[in-house]
């Protein structure tokens, strides 16, 4: 059996799949579960310096070729969720604290009060006015708040970036310049479905991000651009439903990947992947090591 | 999938509070199924089947309250049906319900007569002007009611209409209602836990299995996929009639 075992942006990681943010992360039992079920680390919902109960629903919509969503960044507040950190720890992973904030000192704040293995700084949600895509659009700002987590926390940086951007290079390149020990590519790109029976926008907070097989070609290229160019990690994530997708992902040079959508077909989808990649690898006498960024070292 | 467009047929009140929605679709649900009602510019929250093509509905809160302003003709959108029903077992079952919680088991209750079952039926309400559904549970079989003043049938709360019982003689036992008197009957009633299904409740958000709000402490089932009908013997040493999470993820008292 291949090792799967990975060391990415300052965390020893079991295998390379782990749970993306906002997916089932709004419990430490759910998180725990997906540990169980073989995730390699475990991204909590994204968390805020006050309680946010999120937008009205419909909160998703299922179309033809992925999913909108615009849950509206709801959560209990940090300070209300250390005690769910505590118990997904006990799946025995690395518990990464998704956080979000309207300024660098608002992230800062909560990196300081917040115990986890890695903060993953949401920079990129689209649907949540003055939070996530709002600043990560800005290179400057990217840079700022990274930069102000990183002095803030002794524990490794991950950065979520938005695709909906001219050049989600410059925004990488500005995370790692903050000082960011990785970047997550990407979040859920701008999206809206319409009622066509009534005209009315199907999502309660009209718009929203899609996320699923849809974005999976435009997450593989923002990975193939990203880890091109920067000297830090890159963790992919966008559309990962197979570990066919998998495989893809690392080739274009992803150090790990995230799953998100895909576990509307259930928890299973960890094994899936998992089990699908080692198998990968053995037949083909690679390591992930060998995998990693092949597509950009094919002439 | 879209959310369905659906116009209702017909608006019947059923008590002060409670209303019946029926709809032009039958979507063919099972008792204890849920589904999705979109009522379009103000939320979408889910929704017990008490019929094929019919939802009965509560006035609790902005939703709700939005869709009690709705007549015969008005068009809704659905997405259902979701999760996991009850299941009928045996020959001989009973029926414990309360308030607008009887209405799942109404639809259940008629399922289980059509496929020649015994049914049986304990029924609480505050008082007389909230019963619902009483000739319908009245037409399948033996029915006990309690209410809270008195007013009809034996004073008190649905537990103490399980002192007539004997909860041995039934196959299985089928439960719904506020989560304070599910969680009294239940904890009263802990040996048969392993043949009770209980439809529950707790805070949806994506009703599709990924956002995690509604999962149950201490195992993360998630209530809207693996749900919301749960064997009352999981629910014994988890986090049902102790706590629960509202819209942000908060954990907060239970109700009713």
């Not at chain 1, 937008?55 to 507040?77: D, F, K, R, W």
């Not at chain 1, 518990?95 to 009060?113: D, K, P």
């Not at chain 1, 990129?124 to 895509?133: D, L």
Request: proline fraction near 5%.
């Amino acid at each position: 059996m291949p090792s799967l075992s990975v060391h990415v942006g300052g965390l020893d990681l079991c295998n390379p799949v782990l749970l993306a943010a906002g997916i089932l992360g709004t419990t430490g039992a759910s998180l725990c579960r997906a540990a169980e079920a073989g995730a390699g680390g475990v991204v909590t919902k994204s968390l805020g310096s006050v309680p946010r109960a999120g937008h009205p629903g419909p909160t998703i919509v299922q179309v033809e070729c992925g999913l909108l969503n615009a849950m509206g960044l709801p959560n209990p507040s940090y300070r209300d969720f250390q005690d769910e950190i505590e118990t997904a720890r006990k799946g025995g992973v690395p518990v990464i604290a998704s956080i979000f904030g309207s300024s660098a000192e608002e992230f800062a704040q909560i990196a300081r009060g917040l115990r986890a293995d890695a903060f993953e700084l949401n920079l990129s949600c689209p649907h949540a006015e003055k939070y996530g895509s709002e600043l990560g659009r800005y290179p400057d700002l990217v840079e700022a708040v990274t930069g102000a987590v990183k002095a803030a926390s002794s524990v490794p940086i991950w950065v979520k970036l938005t695709p909906n951007t001219a050049d989600i290079l410059e925004l990488g390149l500005a995370a790692q310049r903050g000082g960011a020990d990785a970047v997550v590519a990407i979040n859920t790109l701008k999206a809206m479905a319409i009622d066509i029976e009534t005209g009315y926008p199907i999502l309660g907070n009209r718009f929203g991000g899609l996320s699923g097989q849809a974005i999976k070609p435009v997450a593989v290229r923002s990975v193939y651009d990203l880890s091109s160019r920067l000297e830090i990690p890159v963790i992919g994530v966008g559309g990962i439903t197979t570990w066919e997708d998998a495989v893809e992902m690392i080739m274009a040079g992803a150090s790990c990947i995230q799953v998100g959508t895909a576990l509307m077909k259930g928890y299973g989808v960890f094994e899936e992947i998992i089990s699908g990649l080692s198998r990968y690898l053995e037949r083909k006498s690679m390591t992930l090591e060998d995998l990693c960024g092949m597509a950009g070292r094919r002439s | 999938m879209r959310p369905l467009n659906s116009i209702i047929q017909e608006v019947i009140s059923e008590a002060p509070e409670v209303r019946t929605f029926r709809l032009d679709r039958n979507l063919d649900p099972a008792p204890g199924q849920y589904v999705m009602v979109w009522i379009r510019g103000v939320d979408e929250v889910p929704m017990s089947f008490s019929g094929p093509d019919t939802i009965t509905v509560q006035s609790v809160g902005v939703a709700t309250q939005a869709l009690f302003q709705f007549s015969a003709g008005d068009s809704l959108g659905l997405r259902g049906p979701l999760g996991n029903g009850f299941i009928l077992r045996g020959k001989n079952i009973l029926l414990i319900g309360g308030g607008v919680g009887t209405a799942p088991l109404a639809f259940l209750g008629e399922q289980a007569r059509s496929q020649g079952l015994e049914v049986a039926s304990l029924l609480g309400f505050r008082s007389r002007d909230d019963l619902i559904f009483e000739t319908r549970f009245e037409a399948l079989g033996d029915t006990y009611i309690t209410t809270d003043d008195g007013s009809v049938g034996i004073h008190g709360r649905v537990a103490e209409g399980l002192k007539g019982l004997n909860l041995s003689e039934y196959d299985q036992i089928y439960i719904c209602g506020p989560e304070m008197m599910m969680w009294d009957i239940i904890s009263k009633t802990r040996e048969h836990a392993g043949k009770t299904q209980a439809c529950i409740n707790r805070y949806f958000k994506c009703a599709a299995g990924i956002c995690g709000s509604c999962c149950l402490d201490p195992d993360g089932v998630r209530v809207c996929v693996e749900g919301p009908v749960i064997m009352a013997d999981r629910l014994l040493e988890s986090e049902f009639g102790r706590y629960r999470r509202g819209p942000s993820g908060g954990k907060g008292l239970c109700k009713g």
